[in-house]
């Protein structure tokens, strides 16, 4: 089984930075792609951004390219995510989750997910 913990949320104001990080734990893989999601109060899971076992392949919704940064160190099996220029529209709880193998934007292909960590933007 693979445990995944996240940390970093918190209050920010518009404008303002964030850096969430996600610790995999537990049963490895020899490759697995990583990303984050977020979902809205009332709002369906939506992707944020993947980035591969390499970290040769990233994609981005459309939404945070250029605001947000996704990185991994694999040494300590931690995905990151920079998020700059925040806007209240970021406000959302923020998953990490893990697949073998190739990173991918769906939400059903991933599977294992993180306990999630709030992020509020105010205006």
């Known amino acids: 089984q693979v445990q995944l913990v996240e940390s970093g949320g918190g209050l920010v104001q518009a404008g303002g930075s964030l850096r969430l990080s996600c610790a995999a734990s537990?049963?490895?893989?020899?490759?697995?792609?990583m990303a984050w999601f977020r979902q809205a109060s009332g709002k369906e899971r939506e992707f944020v951004a993947a980035?591969?076992?390499?970290?040769?392949?990233?994609s981005y919704a459309d939404s945070v390219k250029g605001r947000f940064t996704i990185s991994r160190d694999n040494a300590k099996n931690t995905v990151y995510l920079q998020m700059n220029s925040l806007k209240p529209e970021d406000t959302a709880v923020y998953y990490c989750?893990?697949?073998?193998?190739?990173?991918?934007?769906?939400?059903?292909?991933?599977?294992?997910w993180g306990q999630g960590t709030q992020v509020t933007v105010s205006s």
């Open positions: 989750a893990l697949r073998r193998y190739y990173s991918s934007p769906r939400t059903d292909e991933y599977d294992y």
């Open positions: 537990g049963r490895t893989f020899s490759s697995y792609a």
């Open positions: 980035i591969s076992w390499s970290g040769g392949r990233i």
